[in-house]
């Protein structure tokens, strides 16, 4: 069994099908890591090889596993502090590649500043869980060099998917409340304190936070 295996069953107390969804989720990051890095490289940067990569929010760790088996020098910087435990076992089972996981907030100018400038930076559905996402864009812009690419995704909180079953909790229609609403609604239906969704936008309102970047909508 691989060290990130056995670390995520011990972190994982499977009961419900919340818990279940984020285990599934986190599980699954290698492979997801696999399909980004792998869609960047066809269609924008080529080669990774001895380029920097920054991954925004990286979670459990495989964009950048997945970056650092193309030879990339690949950073993650994730504000949850068990998310970069879980991301260093997921590295233990990939010896020898040039990532290295911090816990830190993206939307620090002098955290982010500290890490220099890349060549890609990733930042894939995270922008809904930060409390300024003016600032989350305005570092990611000011941390690309002069031919660097940003690739930016967000939850369409309107697609009729996401209405049906929002991607974070399972729930019909939390995605369409404000804020405050959707939090009481969570906590009501889920008997949990923890909501760490932030506020969605319509698409132009993200592009209009954005400072020479390119963001693309998923649905």
């Known amino acids: 069994m691989s060290y990130f295996l056995q670390a995520a069953d011990a972190h994982f107390q499977v009961y419900d099908d919340i818990t279940k969804h984020h285990r599934d989720y986190a599980l699954a990051t290698n492979e997801r890591g696999e399909e980004l890095i792998g869609k960047l490289v066809r ?22 596993i997945a970056a650092g088996k193309r030879g990339a020098q690949a950073v993650g910087l994730e504000y949850g502090a068990k998310q970069v435990e879980l991301a260093g076992e997921n590295l ?16 620090s100018p002098e955290g982010m500043a500290a890490l220099g ?19 989350l864009v305005s570092n990611i812009s000011l941390a690309l060099n002069r031919t660097g690419i940003a690739y930016v995704t967000c939850p369409n909180a309107y697609s009729v ?3 049906r079953r929002d991607c974070h909790y399972l729930m019909f229609g939390l995605s369409i409340l404000d804020r ?3 939090e009481a609604f969570y906590r009501q239906m889920s008997h949990r304190r923890v ?7 319509k698409y132009e309102e993200y592009v209009s936070r954005s400072i020479n970047t390119a963001w693309t909508p998923c649905s």
């Open 43 to 64: 269609e924008f940067t080529g080669d990774l090889a001895g380029k920097r990569v920054l991954d925004i929010g990286s979670g459990y760790g495989g964009v950048c």
């Open 92 to 107: 233990r089972d990939h010896p020898g590649l040039d990532v290295r996981f911090l816990q830190g907030d993206a939307t």
């Open 117 to 135: 400038t890349f060549d890609l930076i990733t930042c894939d559905n995270v922008i809904e869980h930060v409390e300024s996402a003016n600032a």
């Open 161 to 163: 998917g996401q209405i």
């Open 180 to 182: 405050e609403d959707a």
């Open 195 to 201: 909501y760490d969704v932030t506020d969605y936008y």
